[in-house]
């Protein structure tokens, strides 16, 4: 019999053959597990909207590193956040050589060698707005911003961290950092911006944990407009033109074009950051019995691999082994 139609169902037949077919694979080393860090001692405290994710003090941090190592996690991205006493106008905790972002650093480089540690750089959580820059006299004063973020991004250099990544969307921070940076001898440290970060509902989740919700106003004025699509590979490419070496979308599900337009468009790593809020959803409906957390976690993450992501920033890395294997 002369077959005139396609026959995709032969190279589904058995998990062998479709491994053999596979386009896409994500494996742990594509994964970067984000880490929250407090000032204080003997605190670990759960996150009650995202189930495993805790805020550390630094003497409590190696119960954490030691499970991300056992689970052969590579990289981690580290969130500080200050006592709220002294959170001000100007953000000063956020460079201060003591924060807990900066000893958190200084521990896992010293103690956990073999793992990379991207540092988040951005004011929201020292800023007494919860904004992510500072205040001029009615609304964010960017070029002000920039100095401080500067000093942020120099204060986690010092401290060890392997790459800085902005995240606060000020316009000319990647230039600001990347001229302090090389000034004071870090010309070696690259920079992760956070290029097309979105003013997203997805973020709910890590406000909590960091408590870094704006008092006043939300983030539109400064994080991008949902709406655009070319908008993100203007900003994409104005970071690489002021010197970034690897460019981060964020939120990643409901971005998976951009991601896609982006690897297409240049030739740097693209990452992705997994949020909160795509972590919450997938927890929430898990434990409701709605869906099955392994699978679609597989799913998710392969989703924003196949649309061109090189690495994720994802919470589930910690977890990934045990979904993967
Ligand atoms: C703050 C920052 C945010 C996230 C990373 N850095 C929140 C925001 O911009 O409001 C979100 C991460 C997540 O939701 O997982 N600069």
């Not at 001898?185 to 960091?210: N, Q, V």
């Amino acid at each position: 019999m002369d077959h005139q139609f396609f026959r995709g169902r032969r190279l589904r037949r058995t998990s062998q053959l479709r491994d053999l077919v596979a386009e896409t694979s994500v494996g742990i080393e594509d994964l970067i597990q984000p880490i929250f860090v407090q000032d204080g001692k003997g605190q670990q405290i759960p996150i009650p909207s995202m189930e495993g994710i805790f805020r550390w003090s630094v003497d409590l941090l190696s119960q954490e590193m030691d499970a991300l190592a056992e689970a052969k996690v590579g990289s981690v991205i580290v969130f500080g956040m200050p006592d709220s006493s002294k959170k001000d106008g100007k953000a000063s905790g956020a460079y201060a050589s003591q924060g807990s972002a900066q000893e958190a650093i200084r521990f896992i480089k010293k103690n956990y060698p073999h793992i990379s540690v991207i540092s988040d750089v951005c004011l929201c959580a020292y800023t007494d707005t919860g904004h992510c820059g500072v205040m001029g006299e009615d609304d964010i004063d960017n070029d002000a911003s920039l100095e401080v973020l500067s000093q942020v991004a120099l204060s986690h250099a010092q401290a060890g961290a392997d790459v800085v990544a902005p995240s606060d969307m000020m316009d000319g921070r990647v230039w600001a950092i990347r001229q302090t940076l090389d000034e004071k001898g870090f010309s070696h440290i690259p920079i992760l911006s956070y290029s097309a970060k979105y003013a997203s509902s997805f973020y709910g989740p890590f406000r909590d944990a960091t408590d870094c919700a704006p008092q006043k106003g939300d983030r539109q004025g400064y994080q991008m407009d949902p709406r655009n699509q070319r908008e993100a590979l203007r900003e994409i490419g104005a970071d690489l033109q002021e010197g970034a070496d690897m460019v981060m979308i964020k939120p990643a599900l409901a971005y998976l074009d951009i991601i896609h337009e982006t690897k297409l468009t240049y030739d740097v790593p693209v990452f992705a950051y997994n949020v909160s809020g795509e972590f919450a959803m997938i927890k929430a409906a898990a434990e409701k019995g709605w869906i099955k957390e392994e699978p679609a976690v597989r799913e998710m993450l392969t989703s924003i691999k196949r649309a061109g992501a090189d690495r994720i920033l994802t919470y589930f890395a910690k977890n990934f082994q045990k979904y993967f294997s």
